[in-house]
C-alpha cells in the first residue's frame, strides 16, 4: 500500500511539472511603459513582410500592422495613442504600451499568422512603490531608509528562462 501510494504521489508531482504555462510574465508599474515581447525565434524563415497583431483579454485591438506598416485604424479606443511598435528587427513584434495602469493588467497576445505563431503575455501592473525616508533626532546613529520591492521576482524570471521558445 506504501508503494501504491508513493506512486501515486510522484503521477501527481509529474502532472503538475508538466501543466506548468510558459506564458511570459511582465510587470509594471502605474504611470511607467512596459515592453510585451513577441520574438519569432522558430526553425521556419519569415515571408520577407509579414501581418501582425496584438489582442488584450477582452479581444479588443492592441495594435495591427499589416505587412510591417501599424494601422491604427482599428484600433480600440484605450489603446489609441498608447502603443508603439518596438524598433524593428527581423522576427521582432514587440510593442511598448505607455502610461499603463491597474486597469492594463491582464493576458495580451501576439498573432503572426503567416507563419501560424501566437506569444501570450500575462501583463500585471502594480502601483508605484512609495520611498519612505525616516527622519532621526539629532545625534542618533540610525540611517534614513527606503522602502524596497522583494526580490520575488526572481523565480519568475529564471522560469521564463527557461520556457523561452
Known amino acids: 500500500m506504501f508503494y501504491c501510494l508513493r506512486r501515486s504521489l510522484w503521477v501527481i508531482v509529474l502532472y503538475e511539472l508538466t501543466t506548468v504555462s510558459c506564458q511570459l510574465q511582465v510587470k509594471g508599474q502605474a504611470g511607467d511603459d512596459v515592453l510585451l515581447p513577441c520574438i519569432y525565434g522558430e526553425d521556419d524563415p519569415l515571408p520577407q513582410k509579414v501581418s501582425h497583431y496584438w489582442r488584450d483579454q477582452d479581444d479588443a485591438v492592441v495594435l495591427d500592422s499589416n505587412l510591417g506598416v501599424p494601422d491604427p485604424s ?18 521582432d513584434f514587440s510593442i511598448v504600451l505607455k502610461q499603463v495602469g491597474r ?47 522583494p526580490l520575488l521576482l526572481l523565480p519568475p524570471l529564471l522560469l521564463s528562462l527557461y520556457c523561452v521558445v
Open 74 to 91: 482599428s484600433q480600440s479606443p484605450t489603446y489609441r495613442g498608447r502603443v508603439d511598435p518596438a524598433p524593428q528587427l527581423e522576427g
Open 103 to 149: 486597469s492594463d493588467s491582464g493576458v495580451f497576445e501576439c498573432h503572426v499568422p503567416e507563419v501560424d505563431f501566437m506569444k501570450s503575455v500575462q501583463l500585471t501592473v502594480t502601483d508605484k512603490l512609495n520611498v519612505v525616508m525616516k527622519t532621526q533626532p539629532p545625534g542618533s546613529n540610525a540611517a534614513a531608509t527606503r522602502t524596497r520591492p
